[in-house]
């Protein structure tokens, strides 16, 4: 028998329909490959009960003849800031550890009733805030990918490191992952899987631990196009529990797949050449801009100017809505408590949070703190939100002349865990291509593209219109099947 | 714009995280640095521009004037929103005395 946890997303699915296998025999190969992966520590908690449960209503399901669900059979990994009933929830911070939710985010019970499994709670950056999966209370996590004859262990990127680990060494066929400004894409990039980030307000928000609201949007890792477009369609839709999510049908994107790209027209915005990109990866964008003419499309230049304002507005903006939100660590509700003898409310809460969130959290909170207090709001805050819609202006102009936009989802490959600590500014430039998308709540997607002279993957990234998931993902699918991307980590772990 | 150690421990006291003197001291060159990498959106031309208020032009719903119109959300989950309290106490969240 093939080995279950070669397999993707549709050929579990279908795989489990046709009764090639059963669900329950899927997840019991994933719960060992999970549990064989510890070295990796792509998951802060393992449930393998839940999925071998979910593998057992679906056979029992098909068994009886139902109809079976988009997800059927297929164990995923959860992102440890979605709130799982009865399970931890910790978004990697000390600060909520040992937090279990007695409700369901809104997108994981999507997922459980199309069919999906739990694997376990994947490993993040703490609250989502890092690019490199080094900012977490649970330690790093470790990319199944090394450079070609070194073992140092590389970044999974982050913040949905865990996510893009372990669908990358194949102990989880998905993942859900978060993006507030590159956190899908980047790590799908240095992973060599893909991840879409679609429009705001497509996935619900409810349940999702806050880290930049604006921002913050759920979508799908996995490796392939169609199984982000599965994926995908089980996770959006309208929820009366977020204020912002689109009142709009989810249309059929996985249905609706197509590669041929004739009468469209591919962006290659000029500003994105950004000094500091490596070699490798202009060469790879050239070679995207093949592969999409190769399907049919026209590439066009466009211009949008404001691209390297954004990442500053965005380094404004996320940090100031983050100290809005992580203000609910108070060490009265839920979470850490730290109280130190004798002391009063006030220094209760700034114990807690001292004790409870990490470095970057801090540095963010105070970031924020700094650009909302009184006498700053205007030149920082107000500042950005005017170049934010001056970056969502660009974009806008820039469909008038294009379908979709092909730039690079990273300035660099991967790089070994602790390389980039010095300067928290270096970390942040990792999203400089990522981040204008998300000001702006456009979908985005990276797929992969090919491996660098070190033997590791480049990513290329879509970004589209509002709404129009499809046109990103159908351009996904164009480079996909040109760029023959193969490769695979090989198993150290 | 640039921040001293008297700032830092100010924002930190707004923001309710308790920080020693020698992590202050860290974090002045580390937020002054972000800091000064932010100053360049100041070169940008925002004459007339509206800041952005929502990404996707988007009208927030009343949902129905009634009762639980989310059971999920609605009243009457005592139990559950105190099951995760660092000190639940008669059916409330317990805090140290705040007056004498």
Not at chain 1, 134 to 140: A, D, I, M, V, W
Not at chain 1, 192 to 206: D, L, N, V
Not at chain 1, 358 to 370: F, S
Not at chain 1, 381 to 398: G, H, N, P, S
Request: proline residues 5%; negative net charge; contains cysteine.
């Amino acid at each position: 028998m093939t080995d279950l946890t070669s397999l993707g997303v549709k050929e579990i699915r279908d795989g489990v329909a046709k009764g090639d296998f059963t669900a329950r025999e899927v997840a019991e190969a994933f719960n060992a490959a999970v549990a064989d992966a510890a070295a990796l520590n792509a998951f802060i908690v393992t449930t393998p009960d839940h999925a071998l449960a979910a593998a057992d209503k679906v056979d029992a399901a098909r068994a009886s003849g139902a109809e079976l669900g988009r997800m059927a059979g297929v164990p995923i990994g959860m992102k440890d800031l979605f709130a799982t009933n009865g399970v931890q929830t910790t978004a990697a911070s000390h600060i909520l550890e040992g937090f279990t939710p007695r409700y369901e985010s809104t997108v994981s019970q999507k997922l459980w009733d199309a069919g999906a499994g739990m694997l376990g709670k994947l490993n993040l950056d703490q609250f989502a805030m890092g690019s490199s999966n080094e900012t977490s209370y649970f330690g790093n996590v470790s990319s199944p990918w090394r450079k070609t004859g070194s073992n140092a262990a590389m970044s999974p990127g982050g913040s949905s490191g865990g996510s893009s680990s372990a669908v990358a060494a194949r102990i989880a066929p998905a993942a859900t992952g978060t993006d507030t400004g590159g956190s899908i894409r980047q790590p799908a990039a240095f992973t060599g899987i893909c991840g879409i980030k679609p429009t705001y307000g497509r996935c619900s928000r409810w349940g999702i631990v806050a880290f930049a609201s604006s921002l913050d949007q759920a979508g799908p890792m996995a490796r392939s196009v169609e199984d982000c477009a599965i994926m995908l369609g089980a996770m959006a839709g309208f929820d009366p529990k977020d204020s912002t999510s689109l009142r709009m049908d989810v249309p059929d994107w996985e249905a609706a797949l197509n590669a041929d790209l004739r009468g469209k027209k591919v962006g290659i915005p000029r500003e994105y050449r950004m000094e500091g990109t490596d070699q490798a990866i202009l060469d790879s964008w050239e070679q995207g801009k093949a592969w999409l003419r190769d399907a049919g499309a026209e590439i066009v230049d466009v211009s949008l100017p404001h691209t390297k304002y954004a990442l500053p507005a965005y380094y404004i903006v996320a940090p100031a809505e983050a100290s809005s939100n992580l203000a609910r660590y108070d060490g009265v509700r839920y979470g850490l408590r730290d109280l130190p003898d004798g002391s009063g409310l006030q220094d209760m809460y700034a114990a807690t949070r001292a004790a409870g969130f990490g470095d970057e959290v801090k540095r963010r909170i105070l970031i924020g703190t700094y650009v909302l207090s009184a006498g700053f709001y205007d030149a920082y805050y107000t500042q950005a939100q005017k170049v934010r819609a001056l970056v969502a202006r660009d974009f806008e102009r820039a469909f008038q002349d294009c379908d979709v936009i092909l730039a690079p989802t990273t300035p660099t490959a991967s790089f070994p865990l602790g390389s980039m600590n010095e300067d928290p500014l270096t970390m942040y430039l990792n999203d400089v291509f990522a981040v204008p998308a998300s000001l702006a709540g456009l979908p985005a997607m990276s797929v992969p593209a090919t491996i660098n002279a070190d033997g590791l993957p480049l990513g290329l990234q879509l970004v589209g219109r509002p709404f129009d998931e499809q046109g990103v993902l159908n351009a996904g699918l164009a480079i996909q099947q040109r760029a023959g991307f193969t490769a695979k980590p090989e198993k150290w772990w | 714009m640039s921040v001293d150690k008297a700032t830092v421990a100010k924002i930190a006291s707004l923001a309710r995280i308790r920080m020693d003197d020698a992590a202050l001291e860290q974090m002045v060159p580390e937020l002054n640095g972000i800091l000064q990498w932010v100053e360049q959106l100041g070169e940008v031309d925002v004459t007339g521009i509206e800041p952005m208020a929502a990404v996707i032009p988007n009208t927030l719903r009343l949902r129905d004037d009634v009762v639980d119109a989310d059971p999920l959300t609605g009243g009457g989950r005592q139990g559950d929103v105190l099951a995760n309290a660092p000190a639940a106490e008669h059916g409330f969240f317990g805090v140290p005395k705040v007056i004498e």
